[in-house]
């Protein structure tokens, strides 16, 4: 007899980006070690990002199960509709650029939407899914946050049922980046950590995708806390030529605290010393881009080098890092991100497209990097030695000889990692 797992998520197709990747390739690949998904989503859903062709990505073996939600966002978007999108989003604005309204937007999810604004799915979810699970025998439930509202789904279940329950966090709770852009009050803070540590202590097991968050997580709970990555997947990808033009691509959320000043002025230096490079050069954007990163571009006077395509299906943006000479890997300069391991880096890895990475010192995703050999790792500091390295790049771009040597990346492949998840599921 298959086992059960329902999956309790928030991001599922006709959701686009990075977040609805990791469980659509697991539930695509769990019936092959003969495991039965049910996948919970929210019926009418607030996606700020869509992508219709990750529909056709779904397995049709998956069960799929729906319920309504009731979001804020709905109504905040009608006092502002590009701030709501944008926060919803992630995309939150400089500090010292934000309007009134943006401020307010801020304060108001921070403080009146613990831990985050999908907190009112949590009581219809578990009314919902308490009949289900005792009348389908369920084997386990498992929940991925963020949003993080959707473990204490997960936590009032495993209460009421006493159902074995498995917490995946794709992103940290308290500690990553953006939290303290929420403006919270000691009062908040504190409702925050109760959270995270009821739900940390209650699962049976916790899933994280990076070392340093496993190691934040054993100093709360001595539950058994695994890794497993995010990964890549196996798929055919219209072949495409790569660019004629000594292309550097960005793909994804360009956030306005990613913002490399350090990378755009080498770009502006090899442009201004250069004329074969200020020929060739050509900065690609796909994606989601703050203001804040397209004015700093343009302070650079880069602007005319700027290819922005904005967001675009996931499966021409696969295309797009192919075709690429050079992929662009950013991450805030925080010790909040050293554990942030951009889900895009495994995707980089399989375009085998050199990687130029800038990130926090010591980030985990910069071992990945080194021990693949699938690209270099430079902190915010190194100046010199970024330029240098894109000076090397260019340099094998015009002897045609800009190529990567990889290894080990089979064992990032979707499927693989899903073998690692049944293991904790048995």
Same mark, same amino acid.
């Given at each position: 007899?298959?086992?059960?797992?329902?999956?309790?998520?928030?991001?599922?197709?006709?959701?686009?980006?990075?977040?609805?990747?990791?469980?659509?390739?697991?539930?695509?690949?769990?019936?092959?070690?003969?495991?039965?998904?049910?996948?919970?989503?929210?019926?009418?859903?607030?996606?700020?990002?869509?992508?219709?062709?990750?529909?056709?990505?779904?397995?049709?073996?998956?069960?799929?199960?729906?319920?309504?939600?009731?979001?804020?966002?709905?109504?905040?978007?009608?006092?502002?509709?590009?701030?709501?999108?944008?926060?919803?989003?992630?995309?939150?604005?400089?500090?010292?650029?934000?309007?009134?309204?943006?401020?307010?937007?801020?304060?108001?999810?921070?403080?009146?939407?613990?831990?985050?604004?999908?907190?009112?799915?949590?009581?219809?979810?578990?009314?919902?899914?308490?009949?289900?699970?005792?009348?389908?025998?369920?084997?386990?439930?498992?929940?991925?946050?963020?949003?993080?509202?959707?473990?204490?789904?997960?936590?009032?279940?495993?209460?009421?049922?006493?159902?074995?329950?498995?917490?995946?966090?794709?992103?940290?709770?308290?500690?990553?980046?953006?939290?303290?852009?929420?403006?919270?009050?000691?009062?908040?803070?504190?409702?925050?950590?109760?959270?995270?540590?009821?739900?940390?202590?209650?699962?049976?097991?916790?899933?994280?995708?990076?070392?340093?968050?496993?190691?934040?997580?054993?100093?709360?709970?001595?539950?058994?806390?695994?890794?497993?990555?995010?990964?890549?997947?196996?798929?055919?990808?219209?072949?495409?030529?790569?660019?004629?033009?000594?292309?550097?691509?960005?793909?994804?959320?360009?956030?306005?605290?990613?913002?490399?000043?350090?990378?755009?002025?080498?770009?502006?230096?090899?442009?201004?010393?250069?004329?074969?490079?200020?020929? /060739?050069?050509?900065? &690609?954007?796909?994606? #989601? %881009?703050?203001?804040?990163? !397209?004015?700093?571009?343009?302070?650079? $006077? *880069? +602007?005319?080098?700027?290819?922005?395509?904005?967001?675009?299906?996931?499966?021409?943006?696969?295309?797009?890092?192919?075709?690429?000479?050079?992929?662009?890997?950013?991450?805030?300069?925080?010790?909040?991100?050293?554990?942030?391991?951009?889900?895009?880096?495994?995707?980089?890895?399989?375009?085998?497209?050199?990687?130029?990475?800038?990130?926090?010192?010591?980030?985990?995703?910069?071992?990945?990097?080194?021990?693949?050999?699938?690209?270099?790792?430079?902190?915010?500091?190194?100046?010199?030695?970024?330029?240098?390295?894109?000076?090397?790049?260019? /340099?094998?771009?015009? &002897?045609?000889?800009? #190529? %990567?040597?990889?290894?080990? !990346?089979?064992?990032?492949?979707?499927? $693989? *990692? +899903?073998?690692?998840?049944?293991?904790?599921?048995?």
């Amino acid at each position: 007899m298959k086992k059960k797992v329902l999956i309790i998520t928030y991001y599922w197709p006709p959701a686009g980006g990075p977040g609805v990747q990791r469980w659509l390739k697991f539930v695509k690949y769990l019936p092959d070690f003969d495991i039965q998904p049910i996948v919970y989503i929210p019926e009418n859903p607030n996606y700020p990002i869509k992508d219709e062709k990750l529909v056709s990505e779904v397995n049709p073996k998956a069960i799929i199960l729906k319920n309504k939600i009731s979001e804020p966002y709905k109504i905040a978007g009608l006092f502002s509709k590009n701030s709501t999108k944008n926060i919803s989003s992630g995309i939150i604005p400089n500090k010292k650029k934000q309007n009134f309204i943006e401020k307010s937007l801020l304060w108001i999810r921070g403080n009146f939407f613990i831990p985050d604004a999908r907190i009112g799915w949590v009581k219809p979810s578990v009314d919902f899914l308490s009949n289900y699970i005792k009348e389908n025998s369920i084997d386990v439930v498992i929940t991925t946050g963020p949003p993080h509202s959707l473990h204490l789904i997960g936590l009032e279940l495993h209460k009421k049922l006493e159902c074995k329950w498995i917490a995946d966090f794709r992103d940290p709770w308290t500690t990553i980046g953006y939290h303290k852009e929420l403006k919270l009050t000691e009062s908040s803070k504190q409702k925050h950590l109760q959270f995270e540590k009821e739900v940390l202590n209650a699962a049976d097991h916790v899933i994280v995708t990076s070392p340093t968050t496993k190691n934040e997580f054993s100093k709360i709970t001595n539950k058994p806390i695994s890794i497993i990555t995010n990964g890549y997947d196996v798929e055919y990808i219209e072949k495409k030529p790569l660019d004629t033009k000594f292309s550097i691509a960005h793909i994804g959320s360009f956030l306005s605290d990613r913002n490399p000043r350090v990378l755009w002025k080498a770009f502006a230096d090899l442009i201004k010393e250069n004329e074969d490079f200020r020929n /060739d050069f050509e900065l &690609k954007l796909i994606g #989601k %881009v703050s203001q804040e990163v !397209l004015d700093a571009i343009n302070e650079f $006077k *880069l +602007t005319n080098y700027v290819n922005n395509l904005g967001y675009i299906a996931h499966n021409q943006a696969l295309i797009e890092q192919r075709s690429s000479q050079v992929l662009l890997l950013i991450e805030i300069d925080s010790e909040d991100t050293v554990g942030i391991i951009p889900g895009k880096l495994f995707e980089y890895m399989a375009a085998e497209r050199p990687i130029l990475a800038i990130g926090p010192e010591g980030a985990d995703f910069s071992k990945i990097l080194k021990e693949t050999n699938s690209g270099t790792f430079f902190t915010y500091d190194q100046k010199d030695e970024i330029k240098d390295q894109i000076l090397r790049l260019y /340099d094998l771009y015009k &002897k045609k000889e800009l #190529k %990567v040597y990889a290894m080990g !990346l089979q064992y990032y492949s979707r499927k $693989k *990692l +899903t073998e690692k998840l049944v293991e904790i599921l048995k």
